[in-house]
């Protein structure tokens, strides 16, 4: 496995290992970034996926336009 190096604030590394130290759920400074970096990328991924949804949905022949205020609601 490859690994690369990252530097966060001192004052952040600081609030983890305090949040480790007190909670004890974590074994290391790197395996709580690690579970909050795949946290964020999945928040984030399924932010992109809803946004492409939207992007296509605007797209495509037939959209829903009537929810963006595009169609004519006398129609």
């Known amino acids: ?3 690369v190096t990252v530097s966060i604030p001192k004052a952040v590394a600081d609030k ?3 949040l480790i130290e007190e909670l004890g759920y974590w074994p290391s400074r ?3 970034v690690r579970e909050a970096c795949l946290e964020k990328i999945r928040v984030e991924m399924l932010r992109l996926g809803e946004l492409r949804e939207a992007m296509a949905s605007l797209e495509s022949p037939g959209g829903d336009e ?3 205020g595009g169609a004519d609601p006398r129609r």
């Open 16 to 18: 983890i290992d305090l």
């Open 30 to 32: 790197s395996s709580f």
């Open 66 to 68: 009537g929810e963006l």
């Open 1 to 3: 496995m490859k690994y």
